[in-house]
């Protein structure tokens, strides 16, 4: 929405002629703002779907990195931005843009000055050679207002690794699980606990491997129910649906 947009709807409800109801409607389907030739920015996101539209900095370059971030830091509460390398990171401090840059996760973050406070995200994974996939999926569901727990490193080779964490996994309202090789893991947290489990596959693994579809294929096998599957190597996806989940659970335990 621009300015003149904006000013006709507040002069008609001023007028009496648009109730505040109907103007918060057209409010929420207008939430476009244009950067540069390249980019229209979701503004209004947050107010539709509870967080802001996340930049994706892969495939873009710096100068629209740069325009993107500062476009957003004037029109909402936080940024998180994905898949950003350390030198774009530096770019942005040099333009003495506030955030904190996440090496591991590989994210850009802003956050919000209050950000909302749901219950417990679980992230595990299987494997070091992993994290970098699961930091994605937690710093996503932190900066959204989740708490997280970190469980890292207690894959299926070592499976007496996991069970002591049974007691953090059961008091989730969702647990991310990311795993490469064969990508059992989500099948054995898929058994111990109430809540969805959303399953990752990420990249890492022999040739056999191809990629991450074997663990792909292997999770959208899985025999445990409750496990649903995102894309290869999407810490974001799954961090962002376990955050969902969690928050609408934490909702609903504040209304009871």
Not at 98 to 122: D, H, I
Not at 167 to 178: F, S
Request: hydrophobic fraction near 45%; include cysteine; glycine fraction near 10%.
């Amino acid at each position: 929405m621009d300015e003149p947009q904006l000013r006709r709807l507040l002069e008609a409800v001023a007028d009496g002629a648009l109730d505040t109801a109907a103007a918060l409607e057209q409010l929420r389907r207008w939430p476009i703002t244009q950067v540069g030739g390249f980019a229209h920015i979701d503004t209004h996101r947050d107010l539709r779907t509870g967080f802001p539209e996340v930049v994706y900095c892969a495939g873009k370059t710096d100068d629209q990195i740069v325009a993107i971030v500062q476009a957003m830091l004037e029109r909402q509460r936080c940024v998180l931005a994905t898949r950003m390398s350390a030198a774009t990171a530096a770019r942005l401090s040099a333009e003495g843009l506030p955030g904190e840059y996440l090496a591991t996760a590989r994210c850009w973050v802003v956050p919000a000055a209050e950000p909302r406070s749901a219950g417990l995200v679980a992230v595990v994974c299987a494997g070091t050679s992993d994290l970098p996939v699961a930091e994605e999926a937690a710093v996503t569901a932190s900066t959204m207002g989740s708490r997280v727990e970190r469980i890292y490193d207690v894959g299926v080779a070592g499976l007496h690794r996991l069970l002591g964490y049974a007691e953090a996994l059961q008091q989730a309202h969702a647990v991310v699980v990311v795993a490469g090789m064969e990508g059992a893991l989500p099948s054995v947290v898929g058994g111990l606990v109430a809540c969805p489990v959303i399953a990752v596959p990420t990249s890492v693994g022999y040739g056999a491997h191809f990629g991450g579809l074997a663990p792909l294929l292997a999770m959208l096998n899985s025999c445990a129910s409750g496990v649903s599957v995102v894309n290869i190597d999407n810490g974001f996806g799954g961090g962002y649906c376990a955050h969902q989940i969690n928050w609408q659970v934490a909702q609903a335990k504040g209304a009871a």
